[in-house]
């Protein structure tokens, strides 16, 4: 079955950290961009960072530059989203798809796979 699958969502307090992980199976990850968006509660999907397929292109929404960390490791077919001192506005489900390299938001057609999303709640 081809699909990617995210994990590391939870409840933390303000300041904490979480790891997100995006898996993929049947299908080599390495050879596409992972982008992470999340969908906050009344608000627009946003992208929140992206990595090319070999890793060394990065990007960041400003609101997570020099806390979100995004990662790869294409040996284990799986893409992570390091996030550290969170905030309360960081609440919301939290979804990777592999496809092109971008960190817009864009018609959902462009990427290849997309993942069911995990919820990410900041609070204490």
């Known amino acids: 079955q081809l699909q990617l699958v995210e994990s590391g969502g939870g409840l933390v307090q303000p300041g904490g950290s979480l790891r997100l992980s995006c898996a993929a199976s049947?299908?080599?990850?390495?050879?596409?961009?992972i982008n992470w968006f999340r969908q906050i509660p009344g608000k627009e999907r946003e992208g929140v960072s992206c990595?090319?397929?070999?890793?060394?292109?990065?990007n960041y929404t400003d609101s997570v530059k020099g806390r979100f960390t995004i990662s790869r490791d294409n040996a284990k077919n799986t893409a992570y989203l390091q996030m550290n001192n969170l905030k309360p506005e960081d609440t919301g489900v939290y979804y990777c798809?592999?496809?092109?390299?971008?960190?817009?938001?864009?018609?959902?057609?462009?990427?290849?796979?997309w993942g069911q999303g995990t919820q990410v709640t900041v609070s204490s």
């Open positions: 798809a592999a496809g092109p390299y971008s960190l817009s938001v864009l018609p959902r057609y462009r990427y290849d796979y």
């Open positions: 990595i090319s397929a070999s890793g060394y292109r990065t």
């Open positions: 049947g299908f080599r990850l390495g050879i596409y961009a």
